[in-house]
């Protein structure tokens, strides 16, 4: 009983500190498109997306040298250290990125500092999931590490579900004017996300130095039997080197690729191809992560019983052939040529602003329509209206925002919700297959790159790199899922093949 009680402090305080971390990664990208208007030029707005996603991207890009960093210095120094100097290096450079001028302050290096921010916060992460999943797995008894570790798997989710809340809160919160607080967000009610993170940084930094170091790695220490040189023996030695190989390509390349499509790729095709507004497009990932989250602990519980190999490929392989349908079914859902409008309720304003010097005017059109289904839709139309009755503006600026109705917003949650498994069933097992992999003495180093790599790296490019195919193939707004789709279809491939269910190694 007294064991049992041990693992639930180590995995509260583990999960605490990790689930931070997530939460401080994660609202930058939830705030893609506001942070694009704040540290790039607004003459291109969807250059500006892209390389804010491109800048979100980086931070995934550095995270397995991040891995080789402090998973060398976890394996050689202990467990409990080096996540406490990760903890500090994600909580200074998110309250720090909070602190950041706007590119019209600063211009160039605003940008720049946000860069280099962002690559701090991707290699505190890379030393942090490792050592927690290890930690976490070293006090937990061999035949229950999948149900233990996948508490730990439950923060990614948890902290993207935590920093969507807070965003959305401090969003309505600003002003009593709905909009007035909209407008105060976006001008700068963005940065306190940011600057909160502090906050809950100092309080998991006052857990973590509570805890104890792994018992296993206590062990070794006391034995002498630490590794001297961990990367050497890591990635030296043909048989270790083979095992990482496998375990990137095939398992934790397809989890990256499933956990960014389902709880990324999702919300960002549902706001900027399906043109749902800004809230409901989070609202409808928070109810699908809260109803979805159960089950990383169920996949992680059931893995112990029969093997983690199926269930992950299981996975990804649901995702391969269900991606295209489900993603189709919300354009459809949200598609307004498939609805009938109330013509009698439809709202029109223009206004005209002098422009000065110029006998020119600005002009905005504001459309407001309702459907039967409680659809509306929302088209702001900007131009120039020339006073030369032959001139006029060749691409004007066009937004559009849709509010769905009750029953297509519950069913576009059903539709991620679904998303949602998938990233259960690859992610929930994942840490104990990792960790049962390598041995105790170079396990932090050498489950840190295969993992970071794959869904840091093949993961994290996925909004990217989708919203990107999306920009350059315009006739086909379904081919950034090509993307996933490919990479977990080969790692199914090569996990189906290659990996071994056995559940229990060391």
Request: hydrophobic share 50%.
């Amino acid at each position: 009983m007294k064991k049992e009680k041990g693992i639930w402090k180590v995995i509260t305080a583990s999960s605490l500190g990790t689930l931070i971390e997530w939460y401080d990664f994660y609202i930058f990208g939830s705030l893609a498109t506001v942070i694009a208007g704040q540290f790039f030029p607004k003459t291109n707005p969807t250059a500006a997306l892209l390389s804010t996603l491109a800048t979100f991207a980086a931070g995934f890009i550095v995270r397995p040298f991040g891995a080789l960093v402090f998973g060398r210095l976890g394996d050689i120094v202990g467990r409990k250290y080096t996540f406490l100097l990760t903890l500090v290096l994600m909580g200074g450079s998110t309250f720090a990125i909070g602190l950041v001028p706007s590119y019209e302050s600063i211009g160039f290096a605003a940008p720049v500092i946000v860069l280099l921010l962002r690559l701090l916060q991707g290699l505190a992460l890379g030393g942090e999931y490792g050592g927690a999943a290890t930690y976490v797995a070293e006090h937990a008894p061999a035949g229950r590490r999948g149900y233990f570790t996948s508490w730990i798997q439950t923060t990614a989710t948890l902290g993207l579900f935590v920093s969507l809340g807070v965003i959305l809160i401090t969003r309505h919160a600003l002003d009593d004017d709905p909009q007035a607080s909209i407008a105060k967000f976006n001008d700068w009610g963005w940065r306190i996300p940011f600057l909160l993170s502090i906050v809950l940084v100092i309080v998991s930094i006052y857990i973590r130095l509570k805890m104890q170091e792994s018992p296993l790695f206590s062990q070794l220490k006391a034995e002498g039997k630490t590794a001297t040189n961990p990367l050497k023996e890591s990635f030296g030695h043909k048989a270790n080197l083979k095992m990482v190989l496998l375990a990137l390509f095939g398992a934790t390349m397809g989890q990256g690729v499933v956990w960014y499509t389902g709880q990324f790729y999702a919300q960002s095709f549902l706001e900027n191809v399906c043109k749902v507004d800004f809230d409901q497009s989070r609202t409808i990932l928070i109810w699908a992560i809260l109803f979805g989250t159960p089950f990383f602990v169920f996949f992680g519980y059931w893995s112990d019983k029969v093997g983690r190999k199926w269930i992950m490929l299981l996975g990804m392989l649901l995702a391969v052939f269900t991606y295209k349908p489900l993603f189709q079914q919300l354009l459809f859902l949200s598609d307004v040529e498939r609805k009938t409008e109330i013509i009698e309720e439809r709202r029109e304003q223009t206004t005209l602003q002098p422009i000065a010097g110029a006998t020119d005017s600005l002009r905005m059109i504001e459309i407001h329509q309702f459907y039967t289904d409680g659809t509306q839709l929302h088209v702001v139309t900007k131009d120039t209206l020339y006073a030369d009755i032959n001139k006029f503006t060749v691409k004007p600026a066009i937004q559009q925002s849709k509010q769905m109705g009750n029953s297509v917003y519950w069913k576009m949650i059903l539709i991620v919700f679904l998303m949602i498994i998938y990233v259960t069933m690859v992610y929930g097992p994942i840490a104990a297959f990792l960790v049962e992999l390598f041995p105790t003495r170079i396990r932090y180093t050498s489950m840190s790159l295969p993992y970071h790599i794959g869904n840091g790296v093949f993961g994290g490019l996925t909004p990217f790199v989708a919203t990107l195919l999306t920009t350059i193939y315009t006739g086909d707004p379904l081919v950034g899922l090509m993307y996933p789709i490919i990479i977990a279809g080969i790692c199914v491939v090569i996990g189906a093949i290659y990996l071994s269910n056995r559940k229990t190694l060391h």
